[in-house]
């Protein structure tokens, strides 16, 4: 297993990648290590503990956050894993507090919407930063600052340096993590354990099978301890390579099959299929790409690009639905090659908007808000700076989209609506992070607070609650053109009769929204009801969080 969705929003996945003091954004709905904070309840504080000078705290008075930094109660000597020597002097946990109250102040987007909380009355740092956020609610009731946390700052440099992880090759879909559980399988890599062919050639893991077994034991209805759970769940998502399970799957069409997958170091594959449909009205575009995150989205993005341009599409289809961000520089790329030259000259892609105090300045790094422009040339990457990107020029995108659309991918959304391209979406409400910040190190833990809004080119970036399609029952999020559709998983991806792919091909010819869901989807939803209360008291299976290599809003630069 490589990595893991849901199919309920806001699952536990809210983790980032950014080196100190670069610019990074967050997922939502959970958190890292070291007294993270993330939505789903209003926090509360731990109760007060004898410590520090309570008369050095006065409210509403402020020192520079500069007057803290670096000032531990523990300092570090020496360098860390990417050999960056440590800045720590000596001082106390108090220090370390009254840094985050005055970096928060500084640098939060909402820092009105802080309380000013003594930081004397919270025994760790960790415990302090959790309080420091808002909790008032967007529209739709969901927590406005979901994306609050922090961790160990040696855990945040082993993920950024560590290698692909061990993993089978299949994505999942936890449609159920509760008995009776269902887990789906969404996509595989190429040249995976998972997409290797078995004795009847097939791949040995095909898109939507649902699995019913792990090495012998019933994923669906059992695991009623804690033990036994662990090991369904150790076997399910290997930690290692060579880890060998069997697996017994319920294919799409009833048909059991029983596999068995040998974890490797899988890296996962940002344009996993690019194609070309010939319609009556034009040639169609198609590219899945499912994440802007490795160094190599930008040869692939790029490649795949010009293979649409050289064959002359008139629409792009672009299936973001699994998509949850990356590096926001090949976002922009992306964006130009869709759009063109004559549309984006001179548009911003995307601004950061700080707190109302920052000005026109950046408040952690001090230097001018200079905007993202839509960049039209390698950058470095994986394709020499200065290359000349190929583009569609054209003035409309399907988006194919679910809740796991988030990020990076929403800023390509933002973006083309910010220049007039109109984006038809289809699927389900995207995540909505419109939100980034910077990762900072201060005495060991890394902080991740959100300090700005990305806004386009028309200064709008107000989607809290995701962007959705038009005709959508949903009260809240921005709607856009387009129709809401169920994940198939009865069809594989880029099959024209897949559900999220024929609905942007039959709106593409009568600007209209076709039927429902087909029967085959529509019985994996039904599939998912609770039989009464007979399983209420068994475990969940715990799928790990997204990598930290996944879920970013990356600012990134090469040599930076």
């Known amino acids: 297993m490589k990595k893991t969705h849901t199919m309920t929003p806001h699952f536990p996945a809210l983790i980032c990648l950014l080196a100190p003091l670069l610019l990074a954004s967050c997922g939502g709905g959970g958190g890292g290590g070291g007294g993270s904070s993330g939505g789903g309840s209003t926090p509360t504080p731990p ?73 004397a009355l919270y025994p760790k740092p960790t415990d302090y930063f959790a309080m420091l956020r808002t909790v008032r609610m967007t529209a739709s009731g969901r927590f406005k600052d979901e994306h609050h946390f922090s961790q160990p700052t040696s855990e945040f440099l082993a993920a950024r340096n560590s290698a692909a992880p061990a993993s089978y090759g299949m994505t999942l879909l936890p449609i159920s993590l509760y008995a009776p559980r269902d887990i789906r399988v969404a996509y595989v890599e190429p040249n995976s354990p998972a997409s290797q062919a078995d004795g009847s050639g097939h791949p040995k893991i095909q898109r939507g099978a649902r699995i019913l077994t792990v090495n012998g034991m019933d994923l669906v209805y059992g695991g009623a301890t804690t033990a036994e759970i662990d090991l369904i769940n150790n076997a399910l998502f290997p930690s290692a390579v060579n880890t060998t399970t069997t697996f017994t799957l319920r294919e799409v069409d009833g048909t059991l099959r029983t596999v068995t997958l040998t974890s490797a170091n899988v890296q996962e594959k940002p344009v996993n299929q690019t194609q070309v449909f010939d319609t009556p009205t034009g040639k169609v575009g198609y590219i899945l790409f499912n994440t802007f995150s490795p160094f190599s989205s930008e040869r692939e993005i790029v490649d795949a690009m010009q293979s649409l341009s050289d064959q002359s599409v008139s629409d792009l289809v672009l299936d973001l639905r699994y998509n949850s961000g990356g590096l926001l520089a090949i976002a922009s790329q992306l964006s130009y090659m869709i759009a063109g030259p004559s549309r984006t000259d001179g548009k911003i892609f995307e ?121 959508s029952s949903a009260p809240y999020g921005v709607r856009l053109p387009g129709c809401e559709m169920s994940d198939d998983l009865a069809h594989d991806l880029g099959n024209i009769n897949e559900g999220l792919l024929a609905t942007a091909l039959a709106y593409r010819q009568t600007n209209s929204c076709p039927a429902p869901l087909s029967l085959a989807t529509r019985a994996i939803r039904s599939s998912n009801a609770r039989l009464g209360n007979a399983y209420s008291n068994y475990p969940a299976l715990k799928p790990p969080s997204r990598s930290i290599m996944d879920t970013n809003r990356d600012m990134t630069m090469p040599g930076r």
């Open 47 to 119: 109760a007060p503990t004898p410590g520090g000078t309570v008369t050095a705290w006065k409210t509403g008075v402020y020192e520079p956050a500069s007057t803290f930094k670096n000032k531990c109660a523990a300092p570090r000597t020496g360098a860390d894993i990417e050999g960056t020597p440590f800045q720590d002097t000596p001082g106390t946990l108090l220090h370390e507090k009254n840094w985050l109250r005055s970096w928060t102040q500084e640098t939060y987007l909402w820092n009105t919407e802080v309380a000013d909380l003594n930081p």
């Open 351 to 471: 601004k950061q908007k700080f707190n109302a105090s920052a000005g026109n300045l950046n408040p952690v790094t001090g230097k001018v808000n200079t905007p993202v422009p839509f960049l039209n040339t390698g950058l470095g990457f994986s394709v020499p700076q200065g290359t000349a990107l190929p583009n569609l020029n054209l003035s409309r995108v399907f988006v194919l989209a679910t809740d796991m659309t988030c990020s990076a991918s929403e800023a390509v959304i933002n973006s083309l609506r910010g220049i007039d391209v109109e984006v038809i979406l289809i699927g389900n409400t995207t995540c909505g992070k419109p939100y980034g910040f910077y990762a900072v190190d201060n005495c060991g833990e890394t902080y991740f607070t959100i300090q700005f809004e990305g806004v386009n080119n028309k200064d709008f970036g107000d989607y809290a609650d995701g962007f959705v399609p038009q005709n």
